[in-house]
């Protein structure tokens, strides 16, 4: 699909994954709106890119703000795409296994959070997009536009100590097909990435050489975390892939948590 005459929303978008996805998308052509409450690097990444970029303070965790970003977005041009790579605020309380080794159970309110942050406001993103791109007039394809969820390779096996992450991302990919089926008879795809170890702002209290140190020998080949350009990389092949569609996609080296 192109997407040199629309619009491109990207959750997340100052951070790891979305802004090398808006850095991708915007040398497409696409108009990219950043979607972050990291305002400087938000407001500095759409300088960087021009061709209209702007960037709104969206709160992922607020519905209102979700659809102000996307009406923000359809106002700029037919939303073609949507990449939703947006982390979320800390949880209520620590995390941990179901039962810990004092014998103290998780939380519930540690497990929503996280089903809020990763799932629900992923769900809502979705949404509110499609409903925007409906309203597109189709391209020759056929197609009026396409949605990027982020998974994790935690959603098919998790580590002891993740189980609301594990269900949240796991719930990504048991969403994804079934999403693509309602929105096929408007020419709207949906696919999601399932990333392994990458090198992303979540580890901004390490040296990218400490941090490449300990993780990079878990990956089986290439013996690295992996760069959030190959993330994009992927993101931008399937906005172009028409035939990409209802899949989950691992992107992990062949990294598998055990």
Not at 197 to 214: H, N, P, R, V, W
Request: some cysteine; glycine content about 14%; charged content about 15%.
């Amino acid at each position: 699909m192109k997407i040199d005459n629309g619009s491109v929303l990207i959750t997340g978008g100052a951070g790891g994954f979305g802004g090398a996805t808006a850095r991708r998308l915007a040398a497409l052509g696409a108009r990219v709106v950043i979607c972050d409450v990291a305002d400087e690097r938000g407001e500095a990444l759409a300088k960087e890119l021009g061709n209209g970029a702007v960037y709104v303070h969206t709160d992922i965790m607020d519905e209102a703000s979700i659809a102000a970003a996307v009406e923000t977005a359809a106002k700029l041009a037919p939303l073609r795409a949507a990449v939703i790579a947006h982390g979320g605020p800390p949880g209520p309380g620590p995390g941990g296994r179901v039962i810990g080794r004092d014998g103290t159970r998780l939380s519930v309110g540690v497990f929503a959070h996280a089903v809020q942050v990763f799932l629900t406001s992923a769900f809502t993103v979705t949404s509110y997009a499609a409903e925007a791109m409906s309203k597109n007039e189709p391209l020759e394809s056929g197609q009026r536009g396409v949605i990027i969820n982020t998974s994790s390779i935690a959603g098919f096996e998790g580590q002891p100590g993740l189980v609301p992450y594990s269900a949240a991302k796991g719930g990504i990919i048991g969403m994804t097909l079934t999403l693509a089926r309602d929105m096929a008879p408007l020419g709207i795809r949906a696919m999601a990435i399932a990333p392994g170890t990458f090198l992303t702002f979540a580890y901004g209290a390490m040296s990218a050489e400490d941090a490449q140190a300990k993780f990079g020998p878990s990956i089986p080949n290439p013996k690295r975390m992996g760069d959030p350009d190959e993330y994009a990389q992927l993101a931008a092949h399937i906005v172009e892939n028409d035939f990409l569609n209802g899949t989950t996609i691992r992107l992990d080296g062949a990294q598998r948590f055990q």
